[in-house]
Antibody, heavy 120, light 110 residues
């Protein structure tokens, strides 16, 4: 079965850092572009970042550019999101998702998400 | 900055038809934006419904359809059922590896 499992969420103080992980299985991870999408409590989805299958091309929303870094380890079938200089408005459930960048631009599959809470 | 717009809420009667839209504060949505639609119930991950404007994801009933209506992307649900009561999110590809989600529509079936 295709599966994405996020981990690494938790409570962090403003200005702090956190690294999220997303373990993939059931599909060819090395050739799949990946993305992070977040959802603040009671709000809609917000695209955060995307990364090509090779890891050479990265893309960020303006709201996180310069603070977040997306990366992957294809030997471990794992996607990462390093989050620095965290702000209260970064509080959200963070989902990892596969993304088709070449043709359909769809997000699929989706993980179950990991909650990040930024608070003092 | 261009913002993606959706109806915050929408109501439909059981068995009725609901057409949810996805627009832009500036300009028109076309197939070049590769609109896609996701269904989400509270506490759950999004589920892919429609992508590339009008392609149904695997396992999605054919009463869900996507299109371009006027200057917006649209998700139409025909024969609405109680378990269609969910939040529906659209996303547009803005080019250069950037996507923008709308604010989501909360659909009530009543």
């Amino acid at each position: 079965d295709v599966q994405l499992v996020e981990s690494g969420g938790g409570l962090v103080e403003p200005g702090g850092s956190l690294r999220l992980s997303c373990a993939a299985s059931g599909f060819t991870f090395t050739s799949s572009a990946m993305s992070w999408v977040r959802q603040a409590p009671g709000k809609g989805l917000e695209w955060v970042s995307a990364l090509s299958g090779s890891g050479r091309s990265t893309y960020y929303a303006d709201s996180v550019k310069g603070r977040f870094t997306v990366s992957r380890d294809n030997s471990k079938n794992t996607l990462y999101l390093q989050m620095n200089s965290l702000r209260v408005d970064d509080t959200a459930v963070y989902y990892c998702a596969g993304v088709e960048m070449a043709t359909t631009r769809k997000f699929d599959p989706w993980g179950q998400g990991t909650l990040v809470t930024v608070s003092s | 900055q261009t913002v993606v717009t959706q109806e915050p809420s929408f109501s439909v009667s059981p068995g009725g038809t609901a057409t949810l839209t996805c627009g832009l504060t500036s300009g028109s949505v076309s197939t070049n934006y590769y609109p896609s639609w996701y269904q989400q119930t509270p506490g759950q991950a999004p589920r892919t419904l429609i992508y590339n404007t009008n392609t149904r994801s695997s396992g999605v009933p054919d009463r869900f359809s996507g299109s371009i209506l006027g200057n917006k992307a649209a998700l139409t649900i025909t024969g609405a059922q109680a378990d269609d009561e969910s939040n529906y999110h659209c996303v547009l590809y803005m080019g250069s590896g950037i996507w923008e989600f709308g604010g989501g529509t909360k659909l009530a079936v009543l």
